[in-house]
């Protein structure tokens, strides 16, 4: 293999793909990016068996030429180390030359590196998919990846709330997510001809969001019982998909209301981010709001702190009074999600969760269940 390319777009390729590299395996062979020259371009790949991405550079873009093809091949390299050199390279241009042995010759102007590689022929076999894809525009995937995203579960012990729901019913999309301490579900249109039920881990909706563009771009969305695959404009990015049954998660959200408020949203996450600094001493992040006739009282304190109060309007209130306390946190991350210059809480008790929306805005809801305290 022996092909030169310019070194930047060497370099955006070679970091889309490092997302993808395992950090601590016991499997030399996933600690690498493969490399795969051809006459059409470069294809750079990266995996930790779990999430894979492939990258894919064409010899032309924009009427540029940006590789130069000398020998076909292909090529193992560790990830980390290639990056690294690729970064620190002294021109704009960067020669690679697989000699026997697969020892890797890395050239830039005086600069030469000679590194060890291994067979490409080790690297795992990326999976199959051949069903019809379906595809959404780049932007709303984004979006509807930061909405429920937030929500999905850090722990290991119930590895099926690492992963988002995705529900496909009567044309809809659900997209849900919990961790047993509150839950974000959102509702897109999505036309289907069969019935949809995955789950896909957080981890590589993440990774997608940082990967897909903020425009109108179509996204193809294909999927095995097991593996799901997101097609961008030259990238691919393959997610195993975990098994198991999700909660019913309309089961838990309530369906009356005690106490109904709507208020400024910028306002009450100020208000609310501001009762948090204190807050932080306490491992439930806790802070109290208290309805009264129209205002709401924020609270917070510790005892070797001090505490906050601040008052915020309501522009409507009805309903019960209402004294309740929650994590800090998981209010300020359900408010940033919320689009709408109001949102509307919905309370049905002290102990019981309570729900948000944005202001005439049904397609999503989050949920937050309170902390008990003193």
């Given at each position: 293999m022996n092909f030169s390319i310019k070194k930047e777009r060497l370099m955006q390729s070679v970091n889309e793909c490092l997302r993808a590299v395992?950090?601590?395996t016991p499997q030399a062979i996933l600690t690498t990016i493969k490399l795969e020259v051809s006459l059409q371009g470069l294809k750079c790949t990266g995996s930790d068996s779990d999430i894979s991405i492939e990258s894919f550079i064409p010899i032309e873009e924009a009427g540029d030429e940006v590789i130069e093809v000398f020998n076909a091949g292909s090529i193992c390299l560790n990830a980390r180390l290639?990056?690294?050199?690729?970064?620190?390279?002294?021109?704009?241009?960067?020669?690679?030359?697989?000699?026997?042995?697969?020892?890797?010759?890395?050239k830039s102007g005086k600069s030469e590196f000679k590194i060890n590689g291994l067979d490409a022929d080790e690297y795992p076999k990326l999976p199959t998919i051949d069903h019809e894809p379906y595809a959404l525009q780049a932007k709303i995937l984004k979006e509807m990846i930061k909405q429920?995203?937030?929500?999905?579960?850090?722990?290991?012990?119930?590895?099926?709330?690492?992963?988002?729901?995705w529900k496909v019913e009567n044309n809809m999309l659900i997209c849900a997510a919990t961790d047993s301490h509150r839950l974000s579900k959102k509702t897109i249109p999505f036309e289907s001809s069969e019935e949809i039920n995955i789950i896909i881990p957080g981890?590589?909706?993440?990774?997608?969001?940082?990967?897909?563009?903020?425009?109108?771009?179509?996204?193809?969305?294909?999927?095995?019982?097991?593996?799901?695959l997101f097609?961008?404009?030259?990238?691919?990015?393959?997610?195993?998909?975990?098994?198991?049954?999700?909660?019913?998660?309309?089961?838990?959200?309530?369906?009356?209301?005690?106490?109904?408020?709507?208020?400024?949203?910028?306002?009450?996450?100020?208000?609310?981010?501001?009762?948090?600094?204190?807050?932080?001493?306490?491992?439930?992040?806790?802070?109290?709001?208290?309805?009264?006739?129209?205002?709401?009282?924020?609270?917070?304190?510790?005892?070797?702190v001090g505490n906050l109060l601040e008052e915020v309007q309501a522009s409507e209130l009805s309903g019960e009074e209402i004294t309740i306390s929650f994590n800090a946190r998981y209010m300020i991350e359900a408010l940033r999600t919320i689009e709408s210059e109001n949102v509307v809480i919905n309370f049905t008790g002290i102990m019981r969760p309570f729900v948000l929306t944005g202001e005439n805005d049904a397609s999503m809801i989050q949920l937050i269940l309170p902390v008990r305290t003193v």
């Open positions: 395992a950090t601590k290639f990056a690294e050199i690729i970064r620190k390279l002294p021109t704009d241009t960067v020669e690679l030359n697989v000699k026997g042995n697969f020892q890797t010759v890395i429920t995203g937030y929500a999905v579960s850090s722990a290991e012990t119930r590895p099926i709330l690492t992963g988002i729901n981890k590589s909706l993440d990774e997608l969001s940082k990967l897909a563009n903020d425009d109108e771009e179509l996204v193809e969305i294909s999927f095995t019982p097991s593996q799901i097609k961008m404009k030259n990238i691919l990015l393959y997610s195993r998909l975990l098994e198991g049954n999700y909660p019913d998660i309309n089961r838990l959200i309530p369906t009356e209301e005690k106490t109904v408020m709507k208020i400024n949203t910028k306002d009450f996450l100020r208000a609310v981010d501001r009762a948090s600094i204190l807050a932080k001493d306490d491992k439930s992040h806790t802070v109290k709001i208290v309805s009264n006739d129209g205002l709401i009282e924020i609270s917070s304190k510790t005892s070797e």
